[in-house]
């Protein structure tokens, strides 16, 4: 069992040999190091989901990190069923997307780097989930986001790929701003930043109240908000969604680990993690409910009249982690777990299909300039196609299963404001499917509507991309299975499994609203099929008449609510105006450079006066040196 | 028996002897020989002290101040080699290159 | 007269200045025989080496002055002791002076701590190999002040040569002996031979093999003998740091130099052949040699070491400088260095 | 007494020696005087029952960096030496003020007392242990950590010499 620590420090390890050796040794093998390191991660964590299913947990420090005075922090890792979930979760993806990059980034000249950086994210989501304290939780929360801002900035020489990846890090330090305060009221509430004692504490404090900026505020409500805020940064709520999209321009498989599969889910597991302080606050859970299902609808309604492939499946990670916070908000935190887990298979393979439909298309985004590659690419095709179905929510596949249980504990939950989110989410769950879609369609079916050079250079991708989309619908399909409701027959494992780290939330329903709840979302999802299939295969002048009759809203919807325009006017520019006008025109010029420039003018004439002194004799310094030394003498002995 | 005073004194003496041939002598080998002349001062009232205190850690200092006399005079007689090589005199009042 | 003394001394100090009066005249007396005999070795020395030398190539050496040449060596110091003492133009004269005084002074001075055998001792000091080590690092002033007094780019490229060899080799001796130092547990020679005694095999350079094959290199370089007579290679720089003196001057670098040799055989003697002692396996075999005085024993080792330098002369050529300083600097200190490592960790598990 | 004789002896020959160093003109004669002034200091640790104190001192000091110093001197060849002065020209404040702290120092050490107590290093301890073992118990025991470090400064030391005084090859 101790060779857990195994699971973060193999990647890491890898990450040092590509570091160091990449550039000049391994070259063009440097991916060997990474996957051997990632997948032997994933044995391990293998290994370990066997002993915690056994009942086995872990809960021990490595080494002190930091102590000072009563505040101590180490390197600790805690490993229980929401860790080792996670951990399957991580190193699954990140096992398959680095056999997928071998195929992606052959041949691209920073090889060993991307390898590295990749290998340095897993290592530090792993150290972010395998925490057994805040603090340690806040260094692997800074570090992928630190790995984020290096491969979506991969292409550094793009300007548009630069940007994209100062803007998620600047965006994400409004969140981590919020997060980093949070951490602090718990050390100062609790004593202490270890998961035991604060969670064990936390029911202690339920009832006080803080003064905070003059008013008094709910304890646990305002430590609850204070974290989530670093949620909502990290895993792309609204208002701080912006980054997401524009992240995209990382390449492919960057998409798919960081942006779907894993760092974004970071923030759900926050919240799970933390569920013992958000169950005390009702406010709390109510905002995260809220902020869940506003940010879903928000982002699947964008993600109907988007063109670019990835964009749009970037807008469905954003719509369906408002899904799983939407749940958590309702307090079923399993239910959220559990659509992570069964999302992350599925958006990662979205994501890789994407990339391999921009392998063969030659780096072409527009899906208007797509169509008709069924018979160029079927593998891709067929997984692509199972994905989309498991995000619908076609029963039997694993989207179906997490997003009914939400869907159902939304509806019968004890939330004030369940019945409105489950109202939310079953419209969610309509767009969803009617976008993915449209997606298939516009991609895969039709005539190719590309130039002739590229219908020349269609193909399917190399083995070594198709067999991770492979595995990974195998998961897309099959990881539900695990959670299928008892009301299916099936045995819930999933919560039970969960049961003890996040308790079990009891619906109130009778089994004809819970038949009525599901009836509602597959009905859902199949108009929302139907409905794409009919705008995008029978008639397809529909949607250019919609567009044109509805221009208002498709305007609205296709520049994603202005969002960036009024945070561009809200605060970019008025941030540039301060700096251009203020910091450097007055304060800068008037200010500092009078300073900076007096002073040294000052000693200048000062020291011409008194550079007589420097003859440059050593001897004259050591007899002054001397001498002093006599005087210091002389007066002690006077004194 | 000799006071300890007395090697007090005499160590007092060889040190001051070796200060004034520093701060005097224009040859800069034999300033470096007069700095090891200070520290054989400084030596002198180490063992002193350590044989009237009857506590060997003096000597364990003296041990270390000749192993650092041994490294400074390795370093500092290549830097003079390296010096001589560059302006051929070895006289320090022929280097005042950082005169103000 | 004695009561007129007793009048002017106390007789407490009367008694105390006779005792130590004795001391010193035993002392002293030590000395001379000390020095007699070694010089007596010396000079015989040099006629043997001629001998063992001419024989080795097949001709016969001295043989007109007396028996078999016996006497050649005094004919040799009295020829040298009447010659002109020339001192060079130009000449650091006090330096020129004191030059060969160092050298041939250091080299005896080292006499002093050797025990010859059990009991006989000049000064019976508990640093003796260090106090070695001093004395040898001294010659090498004689040398470098020698070569550079005498004004001469002859002497004086001998002289720094010299300096350098035997400034770096000294590092190598001393590395090798401190196995010896290990093992005995002190560093006074005569606790070293009793250790040695007690030590089954009854002589350090069975198990310090390491250390006596360092040393015994070592110990040709310091005395400036062949294969590594760089200083005096007669066909680079004449004679080396003496080409200048002459006379009795060049008679005390001479007998310095031999003196080194038979210091250098009697430290190879004292620390690794058992000195004054045989090995316990060899007297339990025949018990007659234990009534064989211990100076006989020291003697034969002594002589068998000095006869291998002089074969070793007869037989090698003499090695370039850069070889030389690259054997001393890249093979001999390492070596030291690992039989030290060696010798500690085996004492240590041996303890333990 | 006769102690008392032995130490006037060798304070006055060392600090006659100590004055010929810095003030001979010849360097050569400097080294030479140094090396008769190192003995004598030896001598004096002989004395203070120091015996591999004072070994070392001879080793090292006189048989090392001394003759690293005649070694630089030879070198250097400064024969022009002996052609101009041997002080700077302010050597009179060098000498004042030397002067003035050696009378204010010696001042003070008159009235010095000994007043701690006796450590455990006897003389008699010394002896039954042999001073270069009790040295070395300690040095290897104690004080393992700095003797560590000083073998770390002389390694820098010899590097530092070999690249300082290195000739720069260049290429042709």
Redesign the interface.
């Given at each position: 069992m101790n060779n857990y620590l195994l699971i973060p420090f193999l990647p890491l390890a890898a990450f040092l040999i590509n570091i160091l050796l990449g550039r000049n040794f391994l070259k063009e093998k440097a991916h060997w190091v990474s996957i051997l390191a990632v997948a032997g991660s994933w044995v391990v964590a293998v290994m370990t989901l066997v002993d915690t299913m056994a009942g086995k947990t872990i809960n021990q420090d490595l080494y002190s990190w930091i102590v000072s005075g009563n505040f101590k922090v180490s390197v600790g890792f805690l490993i229980d069923q929401l860790t080792v979930v996670m951990l399957i979760v991580v190193t699954t993806c990140s096992t398959l997307i680095h056999i997928y990059s071998v195929g992606y980034m052959h041949g691209d000249k920073g090889y060993y780097r991307f390898f590295a950086y990749l290998s340095l994210f897993t290592f530090c989501m792993l150290m972010l989930v395998m925490a057994n304290n805040f603090l340690q939780l806040y260094f692997g929360w800074e570090g992928v986001g630190l790995c984020s801002y290096f491969l979506i900035g991969y292409y550094f020489d793009k300007k548009s790929a630069s940007d994209a990846g100062k803007k998620a890090f600047i965006v994400n330090r409004f969140g981590d701003f919020g997060f980093g305060i949070g951490i602090f009221m718990i050390f100062l509430t609790f004593g202490t930043i270890y998961y035991e004692p604060v969670f064990a504490q936390a029911g202690g404090f339920a009832n006080n109240t803080v003064n905070f900026l003059g008013y008094d505020v709910h304890l646990m409500t305002l430590i609850a908000l204070l974290l989530f805020c670093g949620s909502v940064g990290k895993s792309a709520q609204m208002p701080l969604h912006v980054w997401l999209p524009d992240a995209m321009e990382g390449p492919t498989p960057v998409s798919a680990l960081i942006h779907a599969a894993t760092m974004v889910t970071a923030g759900v597991f926050l919240v799970a993690r933390c569920s013992p302080i958000f169950s005390l606050s009702e406010t709390a859970l109510m905002v995260v409910a809220l902020t869940g299902a506003i940010t879903s609808l928000f982002a699947a309604t964008i993600g109907l009249v988007q063109n670019d492939i990835k964009r749009i499946i970037a807008y469905s990670t954003i719509s369906q982690l408002g899904y799983m916070f939407l749940a958590c908000g309702v307090g079923a935190y399993s239910a959220g777990v559990f659509h992570l887990y069964t999302h992350a298979f599925f958006k990662a393979l979205l994501f890789l299909c994407a990339g391999s439909v921009m392998h063969a298309m030659a780096g072409e985004l527009n899906l208007q300039k797509m169509g008709g590659l069924k018979k160029y690419m079927p593998v891709t095709y067929l997984t692509m196609l199972l994905a989309s179905l498991s995000i619908a929510g076609v029963p039997g596949f694993a989207g179906f299963f997490s997003k009914d249980e939400i869907l159902w504990l939304a509806y019968s939950g004890p939330s004030p404001v369940g019945k409105l989110v489950w109202a939310i989410g079953t419209v969610v769950a309509f767009l969803t499917a009617f976008y993915s879609f449209r997606l298939i369609f516009l991609t895969f079916h039709g005539k190719f509507r590309g130039t002739h050079e590229q219908e020349h250079h269609l193909h399917e991708s190399p083995k070594v991309m198709t067999i991770p989309l492979i595995l990974l619908c195998v998961g897309a399909i099959a990881s539900g299975w695990v959670g299928i409701p008892h009301l299916l027959g099936g045995g819930a494992h999933f919560t039970e499994f969960m049961k003890p780290v996040l308790g079990h939330p009891e619906g109130h329903g009778t089994h004809s609203e819970e038949w009525m709840v599901m009836a509602v979302s597959v009905i859902a999802g199949f108009s929302g099929i139907g409905l794409a299939a009919l705008f995008y295969l029978v008639r397809t002048d529909i949607p250019v008449k919609l567009a044109a009759g509805l221009s208002g809203v498709h305007k609205l919807l296709f520049n994603k609510y202005y969002v960036d325009e009024f945070y561009s006017f809200l605060i970019v520019r008025p941030a540039i105006w301060t700096a251009k006008n203020i910091l450097i025109g007055i304060t800068d010029a008037k200010i500092i450079e009078a300073i900076v420039n007096g002073v040294p003018k000052a000693i200048g004439g000062f020291s011409q006066v008194i550079r007589k002194v420097q003859t440059g004799f050593l001897q004259h310094y050591a007899t002054i040196m001397a001498t002093g030394i006599l005087i210091i003498i002389a007066l002690m002995l006077l004194r | 028996m000799v006071p300890l005073n007395w090697y007090l004194m005499l160590s007092a003496t060889v040190f001051m002897i070796g200060v004034f041939g520093f701060l005097t002598r224009k040859n800069i080998i034999i300033m470096f020989m007069s700095v090891e002349l200070m520290l054989n001062g400084v030596n002198i009232s180490l063992v002193a002290f350590s044989h009237y205190l009857q506590d060997l850690r003096g000597q364990i200092l003296v041990f270390f101040i000749i192993t650092v006399a041994a490294a400074e005079a390795a370093i500092g007689l290549a830097i003079i080699i390296a010096l001589f090589r560059n302006k051929s005199t070895a006289h320090v009042d022929e280097m005042n290159e950082m005169k103000g | 007269m004695n009561e007129i003394l007793g009048t002017i001394i106390a007789p407490d100090t009367m008694d105390l200045l006779i005792k130590y009066g004795i001391n010193i005249l035993i002392i002293f007396l030590k000395i001379a025989a000390v020095i007699a005999v070694a010089l007596l070795h010396v000079a015989y020395a040099t006629y043997w080496e001629r001998k063992v030398i001419g024989h080795m190539q097949v001709r016969l050496g001295p043989i007109e002055v007396g028996p078999h040449g016996l006497l050649q060596p005094i004919a040799d110091g009295v020829k040298l002791f009447f010659k002109e003492d020339i001192i060079p133009a130009n000449a650091?004269k006090p330096?020129f002076y004191?030059a060969p005084v160092i050298f041939f002074v250091s080299a005896l001075t080292s006499l002093a701590v050797l025990p010859f055998f059990e009991g006989f001792v000049i000064a019976n000091?508990?640093?003796g190999l260090?106090?070695l080590?001093?004395m040898s690092?001294?010659g090498?002033?004689g040398i470098?002040?020698s070569g550079?007094s005498s004004n001469s780019k002859y002497a004086?490229l001998g002289g720094?040569r010299s300096?350098?060899q035997v400034?770096s080799y000294?590092i190598a001796m001393g590395l090798s002996l401190v196995g010896v130092m290990i093992m005995a547990g002190?560093?006074?020679l005569s606790d070293i031979v009793r250790a040695q005694h007690q030590y089954p095999t009854g002589m350090y350079a069975i198990p310090q093999f390491l250390g006596f094959f360092v040393f015994v290199v070592a110990a040709f370089a310091e005395t400036n003998r062949l294969p590594f007579d760089l200083p005096e290679a007669e066909s680079e720089l004449v004679a080396g740091y003496f080409t200048e003196y002459s006379s009795f001057r060049f008679a005390m670098f001479f007998l310095g130099e031999y003196t080194g040799m038979l210091i250098m055989s009697s430290i190879s003697a004292i620390c690794f052949l058992g000195g004054w002692t045989i090995p316990r396996f060899i007297t339990d075999a025949i018990p007659f040699l234990l009534n064989v005085p211990g100076i006989v024993w020291f003697l034969v080792k002594v002589y068998a070491f000095m006869f291998f330098y002089y074969w070793v002369r007869a037989t090698l050529p003499r090695y370039r400088y850069d070889q030389l300083m690259a054997i001393g600097w890249k093979i001999l200190i390492p070596l030291a260095l690992l039989n030290i490592v060696i010798t500690g960790v085996v004492k240590i598990l041996v303890k333990g | 007494m006769l102690a008392k004789l032995f130490f006037g002896y060798y304070a006055a020959v060392i600090i006659l020696l100590s004055l010929l160093v810095v003030t001979r003109k010849n360097p050569?004669?400097s080294v030479?005087w140094m090396?008769l002034l190192f003995f004598h200091i030896a001598s004096l640790y002989l004395f203070l029952n120091a015996?591999?104190i004072?070994?070392?001192q001879?080793?090292v000091y006189?048989?090392?960096i001394l003759?690293l110093f005649?070694?630089v001197v030879?070198l250097l060849n400064l024969r022009e030496e002996l052609k101009v002065k041997r002080f700077i020209g302010s050597w009179p404040a060098g000498l004042f003020v030397s002067a003035a702290i050696l009378a204010i120092v010696i001042n003070v050490i008159r009235s010095f007392v000994l007043v701690a107590p006796p450590g455990r290093y006897s003389i008699e301890y010394i002896k039954e242990a042999?001073?270069?073992k009790a040295l070395g118990t300690i040095l290897y025991t104690e004080y393992l950590f700095p003797f560590e470090i000083a073998s770390l400064v002389l390694l820098i030391a010899i590097i530092g010499a070999i690249v300082l005084a290195k000739r720069k090859t260049r290429s042709h």
């Open positions: - | - | 650091d330096l004191l000091i508990n640093i260090l106090f080590f001093a690092s001294l090498a002033y470098i002040v550079w004086f720094l300096a350098s400034i000294e002190s560093l006074n | 050569v004669r030479m090396l015996e591999f004072a070994a070392i001879v080793i006189a048989g090392a003759v005649l070694f030879l042999t001073h270069t």
